[in-house]
């Protein structure tokens, strides 16, 4: 017996976990982010602003593409989106966005 199955309900499967989960993902990466406005507001850095545009809205294998190419430049963008850096994410739909691209490059490398 799983250490989940002594309390989880009948019938739970822990792979509808991850369905639930991308299915999330996919819900807020389908927003749109005003990220000119960030530079305007001085919340993101001009090449933030273009790291963002050449990732954002791609297919996941442009995405893993353009990390590989760059990955201390994505690794800075991605912490400076979820507050690490410029303080990026002074609203919870943007640190829910950011951390959704970076769970979405997550699972893309599995």
Request: no cysteine; aromatic share 8%; hydrophobic share 40%.
């Amino acid at each position: 017996m799983t250490t989940y199955a002594k309390f989880a309900p009948a019938g739970f499967d822990p792979a509808d976990l991850v369905d639930t989960q991308a299915s999330a993902r996919d819900r807020v990466l389908s927003m749109d982010i005003p990220w000119n406005n960030l530079v305007q507001l001085q919340l993101l850095q001009e090449r933030e602003l273009q790291l963002i545009k050449k990732y954002d809205k791609r297919s996941i294998e442009t995405k893993k593409s353009l990390v590989q190419q760059e990955p201390m430049e994505y690794a800075t963008l991605f912490m400076s989106l979820i507050g690490g850096g410029q303080q990026a994410a002074t609203k919870i739909d943007r640190i829910q966005y950011a951390l959704s691209l970076i769970d979405e490059l997550l699972s893309g490398l599995r």
